[in-house]
C-alpha cells in the first residue's frame, strides 16, 4: 500500500528548442544568470509539492552541466535552504555521489544537515554514471571495477563515522586516522564532530543493473534502494523474488 508521495528534481532550467529538431544538447551552453535558475525552481517547486501534500522532494547531485541539464552541485547544501523555505517536507539526496567526495567530507556535512534540519534530509550515495564528472574529481568512472571498490569502501567509512562514537578504517583507498602523532600523542582512532542526531542513519541507494554484489552490499549495509529511471529493465522481478521488501526498503 502506497502511503507517501515524493517528487524529483534533477536540477534543470526552463529550455527552449527542445525535442526533435530542437538544439543539440552539446550545442547548448547557457550563461551563468541561466543556470542559476535551478535554486528558484527547486524553492518553488518544494514550496509547491508541501501545499499539495507531498511528503518529499529528492533532487540529484551533477556538476559542470553548461548544457542545463543537471545544475546542483550540492545537493545537502541545497536541501538545508530548502528545509528553511518550507516546514514539513523532507528532502532527499537521490544521490550524493559518493566517489566525488572524501567520506569523512560527506559524512560531516549530512550531520550537519540532519541537525539544522531536525531530520528533514534524507541521506542517499550512489556511484556515479558521468566521466565528465566522475573522472574530473580524480575518482575512476571508466574502470567499472575500480568505482565499485572505492564507493564500497567509502560506504563502510560514513557508516562507521555516522555509528561510533570514535573509529579506525584500514583498507585500499583510506587509512583513518592517519599514523600521525597529534597533541603529543600517536593518532589511532578518530570521532566524526558533529555526528547525525537521528541513528541509525536511514540510507538510500539507486537499483541499477541489480548485480547480486551490489544488492548483497545493500542488503548488509541496511541500505533502502531506489529503482532509478536508469535501471536495469528486468530488475524487478530478481530482486523481489530474492529479498523482501524489508530488506530494500519500504
Known amino acids: ?18 525535442g526533435y529538431g530542437g538544439i543539440p544538447v552539446n550545442d547548448r551552453w547557457f550563461p551563468n544568470e541561466r543556470l542559476i535558475e535551478v535554486l528558484a525552481n527547486a524553492r518553488d517547486l518544494a514550496q509547491l509539492l508541501e501545499r499539495l501534500g507531498y511528503d518529499s522532494l529528492w533532487t540529484a ?34 544521490f550524493n555521489i559518493t566517489p566525488m567526495w ?17 531530520g528533514r534530509v534524507i541521506f542517499g550515495v550512489g556511484r ?26 567509502q560506504v563502510e567509512v ?24 597529534y597533541r603529543g600523542y600517536q593518532l589511532r582512532d578518530i570521532t566524526l564532530v558533529p555526528r547525525p542526531l537521528r541513528r541509525p542513519v536511514e ?15 545493500m542488503v548488509r549495509n541496511g541500505i533502502r534502494g531506489v529503482i532509478a529511471p536508469t535501471s536495469s529493465p528486468g530488475i524487478a522481478e530478481p530482486t523481489a523474488l530474492e529479498y523482501s521488501s524489508g530488506d530494500l526498503g519500504n
Not at 500500500?1 to 527542445?18: C, H, L, P, W
Not at 572524501?102 to 531536525?118: G, Q, S, V, W
Not at 540510507?203 to 552490499?217: A, E, H
Open 61 to 94: 547531485e551533477h556538476h559542470f552541466q553548461r548544457e542545463g541539464y543537471e545544475c546542483v552541485p550540492n545537493v545537502l547544501l541545497l536541501n538545508v535552504y530548502l528545509a528553511s523555505q518550507t516546514a514539513r517536507l523532507k528532502f532527499g539526496c537521490g
Open 158 to 181: 560514513i557508516l562507521k563515522a555516522f555509528h561510533e562514537e570514535s573509529f579506525s578504517h584500514e583498507g585500499k583507498y583510506y587509512t583513518l586516522p592517519p599514523q600521525v602523532p
Open 128 to 153: 556515479g554514471y558521468h566521466t565528465r564528472e566522475v573522472e574530473t574529481f580524480n575518482a575512476p568512472m571508466q574502470d567499472g571495477e575500480a568505482n565499485r571498490e572505492l564507493f564500497e569502501e
Open 1 to 18: 500500500m502506497v502511503k507517501t508521495f515524493g517528487a524529483q528534481y534533477a536540477g534543470y532550467i526552463d529550455m527552449e528548442q527542445v
Open 203 to 217: 540510507v538510500w541507494q539507486p537499483l541499477v543493473s541489480g548485480s547480486p554484489r551490489g544488492i548483497d552490499f
Open 102 to 118: 572524501h567520506p569523512l567530507r560527506l559524512a560531516e556535512d549530512f550531520a550537519m544537515a540532519d541537525i539544522l534540519t531536525n
